[in-house]
C-alpha cells in the first residue's frame, strides 16, 4: 500500500516535497500519494520523470500554516492536505503519513482520524547522531506536562521503535536525568525511574544530557518539554559551533585558510552527519497508524527518506506489535495509574 | 579583602586550583585565601613563586568526594574545605568562595552557613558562548522542582548577574520554552511567563532552545532540571561534534589530512571557545554571600577567572543589591506566592 505524503507542509513545500517523494518511487521503488492542490502538483511533477505507476495525485484544497493553531486547523480546514492524508490513512487506502508540514495539526489530525492506541499518549520521537549508532530521543514535543506512566510509556514505544526502525534487537532504554543515582531528578523522573525498573524493557538507568551523544543507550526517554528543549538546543548548538568554527577560520592567517579549503570535504560531510534536517523525520508513536513528522526545512532527500522509514514501519506491522507490546506491561501500567 | 578558594575540590585538585589561585595573586593582584590540608597545600606552592602577602593558607581537615551526598557532607565533615571556605565569609574573614568541587554540597554549606537573602530558592547560573555576547542560563540544577515565581526570580537574579558581572546595562531576559508564543510551554513556564511579562525586568519573552547561542538574549530562565540537562546535553554535544569532526578527518584523504594540519590554529581557539571547562564557573546567586561554583574538570584558568569574577561581584556589593531588587519585586512576588 502507499504512502500519502503531504506535499503542501513544510518551509520547502511543495517543490522539495515533490522531490523527495518522486526519489522515493524511484529509489526505493515505493508507492506514494501526494496530498495537496491537484494543479499545483501536476506542474511540479513535470519536472521529473519517475515511473508512473507508483505515484498518484489526491487533491486536497486546503493548507494548514506552520504558525496555525491546531485546534483552529482543525476546525476551520476539514480538506487541509494533513488531515485529508490521515483520512486516507483510515479509509484504508494509504498505509501510513509522511508531513514536514505544522507538527502540531499533524498530532491533531492523527489524533481525530485515525486514533491513538487504548490508553497511551502518543508522542513524537527523534533519531539524533551520536558517535556510535543512532539514538531515539522520545517525547520531543507532543506532551509537555506528563505523568511519570508516560514516561514509561515513551520507553515502551521508543524501544518498538528502536526495535522496528534502526534494528536494536533488545534496545537499551535511558531516562534523561541530571545524575546516574536513581535519587537524582525531579519528582517525576524518580516516579518513572520506578516504573522504568519494575518494567519488562532493558532499562539502564538514568542517562546525563552529556551521555546521550555517546552512543551508549538506544533510547532517551523525557517529558515532551524537556524533549523539545533539548532537540532544538542541539540544533541550535551544532549549528553556531559551524559559524564560531567558520568565524575563527576567516579571522585566520592565509595559510590556515589554506588548509581549511582542502579540508572541506571532511568538513561537508561533517555538516551533513550533525544536521538534523537531513534526517528521516520524528515519528509520531502512539496512534493507529504510521505517522512520520519531518523538520519543516526538510529537503527532498528527508523527504525519501521519510517514506522509506514509514514504509519499514508498515512492512514491521508496526502498530500491531506496539499495541500487544502495551498490553504486556498492562499490569504494571494499571497500578501507575 | 580576600576571596576563599576550596584548594580540595574538583576532579584535578589540589594541583590545578593552586595552580589557579595562584594565578590570580601573579595576574589579578587579588587576595586569595587557599582552604585545604595544610601540609598537602604547602608542598603544592612550592612550586611557584607569587606575591607572598596576596597569599595565605587556612588548613581544613576534611574533604568532601564528588559524588558524596551533601546531606551527610554536612552531618560528617563539619571540617571538609567547602565548610571552613564558607565560614570564613560568615565570619568576615573572605568576601566569597570558589569551589570546583561537589556543587550539591557547595550549595549546602552555602545555605548552612550565610544563609540566603530572605523569601529567594538560591539558584546556579552559568555562562555559556554564544555567536554574540555571552548568555547567563539560570538555574543549572540548584532547584529541580519549581514553582512559577521562582523563575521569576531567576529572572531578577539573573539579569543582577548580567549586569554586574558582564556589563549589560538592561539585560535582556528570555524565558527558555519549546515555541515564542506565550501560549506555548508547560503549566509552569506558562504562568512563569506571565509573572516575568508583569516584573520591571526587560523580557523579551520566549526563547526556544535553538536560540539560545544566537546571542540575542542576555539571561535565559529555566528550572533547575531543564537547565542542568540543557547544560550537560551542551557539553556533551560539543565534545561529540568535535570527535566526530576528527573521525571525518582521520578518514580522509592525505590532501584533506594536512589541510587540517594547517588550519589547526584555529581549531584550538574554536576548542577552547566552547570548552565550559574553561569558563570561569557558575555563580550561586540568592545566598547572602558570593560563591562560584567551577566545573569539576576545571583547570588553572578556570580558577583563576573564578577568582577574577567573585571580586568583581564583591567590589559591586552584588549581595546588597540583590536584596533591594529582590525588594523592589515583592509586590508581585506575594500576589504570586
Redesign the interface.
Known sequence: MAVAVDAMGGDRAPSAIVEGAVRATKEFGLKVILVGDESILKKELDRFSFPKELLRLYHAGQVVGMDESPSEALRKKPKSSIRVAFNLVRKGEASAVVSAGNSGATLACAMVTVGRICGVRPAIATVM???KNPVVLIDV?AN??CKPHHLLQFGIMGAAFSKEAIGNKRPRVGL???GEENTK???Q?KKAFDLLSKSSLNFVGNV???????GDVDVVV?????G??????????????L???K???Q???I?????????????K??RR??DYSEYGGAPLLGIKGIGIICHGRSGPSAICNAVRVANTLVKADFVKHLESRMQQEVSLASVAL
Do not use: H
Open positions: 547522531p551520536t558517535l514535543g509537555v506536562d534523561l536525568s541530571i531528578g525531579n519528582q523522573v546525563e544530557g552529556r551521555d546521550v551523544f555517546k523525557c517529558d515532551g518539554f524537556v523539545n528543549v533539548s532537540l532544538k538546543l542541539s540544533e541550535g548548538l551544532a549549528e553556531s559551533i559559524l564560531m568554527l568565524k575563527e577560520i579571522q585566520s592567517s595559510i590556515t585558510k589554506i588548509g581549511y579549503l582542502l579540508a572541506r570535504s571532511a568538513f560531510r561533517f552527519l550533525i
